[in-house]
């Protein structure tokens, strides 16, 4: 199966820390990705994941369990610019599978 | 160094019309996914173009079909068109068929079908 499962929604304040969670089913993988996505606007590259671990860049890091089929992205110093739809992608042989969408609201 | 160039913007059709949407790859870029994203939803994948031809296609009938040219832009073409065909269509471009981590996306193009 290719099932992505994130949560629809989160809500956090502005300088706090929010983690959002991923899973997928292990089968094909390749990697995760992470997308930051604005309304009406092109997705933009967060962070890809192929081995287990956290990977950490500026304000932002993801983190991998691949035998857990597990990820999530930490946003810290949260901005309000930080609101945005946040995607995770399975990379199956090149063709990416996405889950729904967390919609991040960040309220001051 | 241009990003994935999507066009049109927008676009209005009629049930029943045919769509044609274009994608310019990141200079660089070989390989073009098409995805279909409806609102309020992850983006859907399509199919993948690389060297002309389709090379990977998920769960979409046979309307939706497409093109890749020798400069590796490329064609999204839906028949037929019904409502539930109204969605964002973003057009991402990498290299190698996505060898790693190198897709762009472009900024979509907004089909509303009425």
């Known amino acids: 199966g290719q099932n992505i499962d994130q949560p629809t929604e989160m809500t956090a304040t502005e300088g706090a820390i929010v983690q959002i969670n991923c899973t997928y089913q292990?089968?094909?993988?390749?990697?995760l990705f992470w997308y930051q996505q604005h309304a009406g606007e092109a997705p933009t590259f967060l962070s890809y994941n192929v081995l287990d671990g956290l990977e950490e860049k500026g304000r932002f890091s993801s983190f991998l369990s691949r035998s857990k089929g597990y990820s999530y992205l930490l946003l810290k110093e949260l901005q309000m610019k930080d609101s945005a739809s946040y995607l995770c992608?399975?990379?199956?042989?090149?063709?990416?599978?996405f889950g729904q969408g967390t919609e991040l609201s960040v309220k001051p | 160094d241009a990003g994935v160039t999507q066009s049109p913007t927008h676009l209005i059709k009629t049930r029943g019309q045919q769509v044609t949407l274009r994608c310019s790859p990141k200079?660089?870029?070989?390989?073009v996914s098409w995805y279909q994203q409806a609102l309020g939803q992850g983006p859907q994948f399509i199919f993948q173009y690389y060297e002309e031809e389709e090379r990977q296609r998920g769960n979409f009938p046979d309307r939706f079909s497409g093109h890749q040219y020798p400069n590796y832009s490329s064609e999204l073409n839906v028949n037929a068109l019904l409502l539930g065909d109204s969605a964002l269509y973003l057009c991402a471009s990498s290299y190698r068929q996505g060898a790693g981590m190198s897709y762009t996306f472009g900024s979509g193009t907004r089909l509303t079908v009425v």
């Open positions: 200079s660089g870029h070989d390989t």
């Open positions: 292990t089968s094909g993988f390749n990697g």
């Open positions: 992608a399975d990379n199956q042989g090149g063709k990416l599978i």
